[in-house]
């Protein structure tokens, strides 16, 4: 059955389809351009063509991808919690079926049993502190924050998970003047956890952390351009199998339930989280993806009081 997803994404490829056809139109020379064209300049535009086919055809797979992986944010989130708690099923198993070689071996199950526990219910936590966040239960404290100060912060906390594993972190400042519309405490703690999520899954290269402004909107875009294959929609979750080995896997929180929970906070402060295609620059030596977040911006509190208290001088001398 036909779903209106299906349709959107139909309705998506067939704009990208009439665009590239406009393009081609446009860009094809007509009789009246009597200029002889090289080949070397022929060349050039049809591989800049290709590229821009290849960039809106990954930007497209991007978009379908994180519309399929924000719409299961229940499922996500049962499939995160599943994991861990198999892996107690399995260790009870163990101990309540005499399958332990001695009670030094069924006290050290029970102690991993305990730990296990424990860090399951510190992801709890976490998964309920961002929903509560995105009711409105948990008030955010939202106001003027300087974006610099901002990203210096998130560079500080960062650089050594870089340094550690040899891995570069360029960071390009904005200009000073730029504040957002946030909670300074929640902002800076999901770009700390999208670069440590990054570093984390990067095999080589660098990451790159920037901003800038859009008159036009009145927003502020923060971007972090990350390699291909650092970049986490919703990779799979094995399941603990029960037995007489244990894996000791890692309890923590997945990349793509991070990544989840960071979307949801930003959308509760009137942000976005998107993937796109980075940019082709001269200076990138690797091919990168760009999550660029979106968030209203702000003028400074010193400016907002000034321009309050004009009001008030103002209202003061209004006649009646």
């Not at 199950?109 to 929903?131: C, G, H, N, P, T």
């Not at 974006?147 to 891995?167: D, G, K, P, S």
């Not at 990067?202 to 927003?219: H, K, P, Q, R, V």
Request: charged share 20%; hydrophobic share 40%.
């Amino acid at each position: 059955m036909t779903t209106l997803n299906d349709w959107s994404y139909l309705a998506a490829g067939i704009a990208v389809g009439s665009s590239l056809t406009w393009f081609l139109r446009k860009s094809s020379p007509t009789s009246s351009d009597l200029a002889p064209v090289s080949s070397q300049t022929e060349n050039l535009l049809q591989d800049n063509l290709l590229q821009q086919v290849k960039n809106t055809e990954l930007a497209y797979h991007q978009a379908r991808e994180m519309s399929q992986f924000k719409a299961g944010f229940l499922a996500r989130t049962t499939h995160e919690l599943r994991s861990p708690l198999n892996g107690l099923i399995g260790l009870h198993q163990l101990i309540l079926n005499d399958l332990c070689e001695d009670p030094a071996e069924e006290r050290e199950f029970v102690a991993q049993a305990y730990e296990r526990s424990l860090k399951l219910l510190k992801m709890i936590d976490e998964i309920l502190s961002v929903a509560r966040t995105d009711q409105g239960t948990n008030k955010l404290e939202i106001h003027s924050i300087h974006l610099t100060q901002v990203l210096q912060e998130v560079h500080q906390l960062t650089y050594i998970l870089a340094a550690n594993r040899n891995y570069s972190f360029t960071i390009s400042l904005p200009e000073p003047e730029i504040y957002v519309l946030a909670d300074y405490r929640w902002l800076r703690q999901i770009l700390v956890n999208l670069v440590n999520t990054t570093f984390l899954q990067m095999e080589e290269g660098g990451i790159y952390l920037s901003a800038s402004t859009a008159a036009t909107n009145n927003c502020v875009y923060i971007w972090l351009d990350v390699p291909n294959h650092a970049v986490i929609y919703s990779e799979p979750i094995d399941l603990i199998k029960s037995g007489k080995k244990i894996n000791q896997e890692n309890m923590e929180m997945s990349s793509g339930m991070k990544l989840l929970l960071n979307q949801k906070l930003l959308e509760a402060m009137g942000g976005k989280l998107e993937i796109i295609p980075s940019p082709i620059t001269k200076e990138a030596k690797q091919d990168l993806t760009r999550l660029q977040i979106s968030m209203p911006l702000a003028i400074p509190e010193a400016e907002h009081h000034h321009m309050e208290e004009n009001l008030d001088e103002i209202d003061c001398i209004a006649p009646l």
